[in-house]
């Protein structure tokens, strides 16, 4: 590619968000650069399932097929038909029948798929530069982005999909606020004494949420909140005192712990930024909004982002507007922005809730879950939204 030329978009970062706005945009006709400086790969076919794997709902699973990176191998992508979730001794249990899908969700391995992702964008995409934006000039015409390896790029929009710390988002001033949890997620996949035959399972505790991800051979992935102050004791404990703490947590829910591979722990905030854009730029995924795991949208969120703004610049295409001016990109703004500050200020209530911060407060949020298992309707809503069918759905992610 001739660097000199004008570029239609920059995406700069290739986790599954910025991989996935490059992929599209590039299939749907626009000339698209992504920056990354260490591009995912794929683990060895017979390598054991990574620690990190993330629930990916319908929504998000259509949006990623229809760029060619779904489904993933039978070894790293696990459905879930039912969702269970407790607190104190009121339960919500809703299945796939109430949404008519072949699963609520997917619990995926996130190496498997940033790296699907990003082959999807390498074979779309004008190029890819293995290397880290250094400098951003944004002009009234277009953009001017200089890369680490003296490489210089010109585009009319530049995409921030930095993850939560974005020196893009940083250089144009906006301010990204929101509270840190004082907790970190520990993450580990258990072999139980009964199988989980394929059940996302989440219990409400003080201190924050345990939930058990179905996933190969029967096995749960584990992510437990714990308060900071808690986490380095049990990660000190041996395999088998681990177990036994964490199926005590689990309320015995498939029984005894019998194994856990190696634990990792997550640190755990709410950052949201106040604008999701400005002139030439715009923000996707963990640059945008940063959430509690808890209900297992932050990707998905990610992913719609970059969904959404593939509908807002083919419409600005269509009308001939300039793509990256502020009157397209206030249109993803405003769409993207009040969903997932929605969503993000839900998930805090929720958290706060459950977690124990507002005492009587989470003893009605305990009876509003047996409250919301006896209606169909409110189940119906939750399974939903579970599935990412609320809201505005970008067409890319729609049925
Ligand atoms: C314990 C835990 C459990 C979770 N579970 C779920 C779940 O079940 N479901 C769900 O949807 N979400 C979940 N999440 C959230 C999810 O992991 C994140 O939202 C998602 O991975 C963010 O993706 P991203 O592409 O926005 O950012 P990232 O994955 O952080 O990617 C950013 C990329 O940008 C690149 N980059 C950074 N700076 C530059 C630069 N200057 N120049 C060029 N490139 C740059 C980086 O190298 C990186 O590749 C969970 C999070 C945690 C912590």
Redesign the pocket.
Known sequence: MNTRNLLDVIV????????SAAAALAQSGFDVAL????P?TASAEDAPLDA??????PA?VRFVERLGAWPLSAARAFAYREMEVRSGDEVLRFGRELVAEPALGW?VE?RAL?ARVFDAARSRVAAVHA????DCERGEREARLE?DDGTRLRARLVVS????????REAAGITADGRDYLSR?I?AHLTTEQPNPGIAFQRFLKGGPLAF?PIDGGRSSL?WTRPEAEVEPLLALDDAAFCDAVAEASGLRFGRVVAATSRVA???RLQLAERFHAERLVL????AH??H?LA????????IDAAALVDVLVDARTRERDLGSLATLSRFDSWRRSDTHAAARAIDAIERGFGGDLGRVGQWLSRGLGLVDALTPAKRFFAAAACGDIGRVPRMAQR
């Open positions: 700069v970062g290739g986790g599954a968000v910025g991989a920056v990354e400086p260490n995912p990190r794997v993330i629930a990916l709902s998000s619990i996130l940033q290397a880290r934006v250094v890369l999909a930095e993850g939560g710390r974005s020196s893009l997620g993450v991800l992510v997550f640190p755990l996707l995924g963990d640059t940063v959430v795991p297992g949208l932050g990707l998905n969120l990610g992913l």
